[in-house]
């Protein structure tokens, strides 16, 4: 059985993945060992930043190492809170309460974000395959759903009329830009 690390602490992230991987014959799903030393983030990219953690953590462990890095990028924030996402605020709740405040006087035409998700898989330091997804919507007026994690309950997908938090697991692997990514991983890892 081959062993996979997911390089992340997000327990929705972890949910995720398991779902959009889970029963790919001859590979499990595990979480970091505790007590590695943690990574600052410093690219400039969701792409860096993955590359980043899974290089890093790979160092660490023996097994082929997963890493994520994802977040959302509004038009009318200047393409915030982009690679800063998980670090706008304290916490989930206050980072969507950040974006709806600044986003209050933006007119609905003009709402439009993309939430990216980037993944990289490495062995003892070497990154040796990549992916970014997107996907398009627009931030709602309000929260709405109770699924997901993260920005999902503003993150309105139009032609759904319907947030990421609204739409069960399956939908929002099928739609979501984490979804697409984990998609083409499942690919690769069933081509080893």
């Known amino acids: 059985?081959?062993?996979?690390?997911?390089?992340?602490?997000?327990?929705?992230?972890?949910?995720?993945?398991?779902?959009?991987?889970?029963?790919?014959?001859?590979?499990?799903?595990?979480?970091?060992?505790?007590?590695?030393?943690?990574?600052?983030?410093?690219?400039?990219?969701?792409?860096?930043?993955?590359?980043?953690?899974?290089?890093?953590?790979s160092k660490y462990v023996a097994e082929l190492t997963l890493s994520d890095d994802s977040g959302l990028s509004v038009a009318a924030l200047g393409g915030g809170p982009g690679v800063h996402s998980a670090r706008y605020a304290e916490d989930p709740a206050s980072r969507i309460h950040r974006v709806l405040r600044e986003m209050e006087p933006v007119r609905d035409s003009d709402r439009g974000a993309v939430f990216y998700c980037a993944l990289a898989l490495a062995r003892s330091g070497k990154v040796i395959w990549t992916v970014q997804k997107d996907v398009a919507g627009v931030i709602a007026r309000s929260p709405a759903g109770m699924e997901g994690f993260g920005y999902d309950p503003v993150f309105l997908l139009p032609e759904l009329n319907r947030t990421m938090a609204e739409l069960t697991?399956?939908?929002?692997?099928?739609?979501?830009?984490?979804?697409r990514a984990l998609a083409e991983l499942r690919k690769f890892l069933t081509s080893l």
Do not use: C
């Open 1 to 57: 059985m081959n062993r996979l690390i997911l390089a992340t602490t997000n327990a929705g992230k972890v949910i995720e993945i398991r779902a959009a991987l889970g029963g790919i014959a001859e590979w499990s799903l595990e979480p970091l060992p505790p007590g590695l030393p943690a990574i600052e983030e410093t690219g400039d990219t969701f792409l860096e930043n993955a590359m980043q953690k899974a290089r890093h953590y």
């Open 169 to 179: 697991t399956g939908d929002k692997n099928r739609l979501s830009a984490r979804g």
